[in-house]
């Protein structure tokens, strides 16, 4: 059986002391999400931090991007040595924000996801589609191309290694959510997808969906056969808020 997880994606919010009170109020709600993983991806400044407050609390520390090299000249990168070093269990990679507002192709996502799953750290990949792709028709074709970036260069075992989180864009942040039916007829896609190259892969691997999931409609998103737990942006940056998400599960 697949396990749930909900992954709170912070984006660029939070202070030193905004992010001590999250975690704490997580850690003291922890016991009652008996049904799924938690996890969260602060920003890249305050992994360190964020990795101290964890302590041995059963919250998986991820980072927001991982740089597709070892290290070096990459200014503003993120090395997958340094991640590592910091308890990072996972990467996002793909998301749209990075995809649409600094450019990132197909090919680079897909070697930021070579990098990650080379030192073991578990890709959190996104794909999805805009409002406009959906309107025309080219939903599934969108989301068949950014996922054969990665399965054409590394690979269908490379999938069973990442967790996947289908988000679409017109979803994201703007307070309407896919139904659950509209997310999980994605998501059967997407499995099915993955199932013609490898039914283990297509079994194993996580589906997450994002997109303005909160605690309200999270119990019958994560219902769904084939949505295995949530990226979550706004409703990840109040304890109570996201735990109610987790306990949904
Ligand atoms: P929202 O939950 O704020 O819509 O953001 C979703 C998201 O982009 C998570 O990566």
């Not at 939070?14 to 969260?40: C, Y």
């Not at 989180?165 to 994605?186: D, F, K, L, M, R």
């Not at 996580?206 to 994560?222: D, H, K, R, T, V």
Request: net charge negative; proline share 3%.
């Amino acid at each position: 059986m697949r396990r749930t997880l909900i992954a709170g994606n912070w984006k660029m919010n939070g202070s030193l002391s905004s992010i001590e009170t999250l975690i704490n109020g997580i850690k003291n709600g922890l016991a009652e999400v008996t049904n799924a993983d938690m996890a969260v991806c602060p920003p890249a400044i305050y992994i360190p931090k964020v990795n101290e407050l964890i302590g041995d609390a059963n919250i998986g520390l991820g980072s927001q991007n991982i740089c597709d090299q070892e290290a070096g000249a990459f200014t503003g990168e993120l090395a997958p040595s340094m991640l590592k070093e910091f308890n990072c269990r996972y990467a996002i990679i793909g998301h749209s924000e990075r995809r649409s507002l600094y450019s990132e192709s197909d090919e680079l996502v897909a070697k930021r996801f070579a990098m990650a799953v080379k030192h073991g750290i578990t890709p959190l990949f996104c794909i999805g589609e805009t409002l406009q792709e959906r309107e025309s028709g080219v939903m599934e074709d969108v989301v068949s191309r950014q996922l054969d970036a990665v399965i054409d260069s590394q690979g269908i075992d490379a999938i069973g290694q990442c967790v996947i989180a289908y988000e679409p864009v017109w979803a994201i942040g703007t307070g309407v959510t896919a139904s659950p039916e509209q997310a999980q007829a994605v998501h059967a896609f997407i499995r099915n997808k993955l199932a013609a190259l490898s039914e283990d892969v297509a079994a194993k691997v996580q589906i997450l969906y994002g997109g303005s999931m909160n605690a309200a409609n999270a119990a019958e998103l994560l219902s769904q056969t084939d949505i295995d737990g949530g990226l979550i942006g706004g409703a990840a940056l109040k304890a109570d808020d996201f735990l109610a998400i987790g306990k949904s599960a």
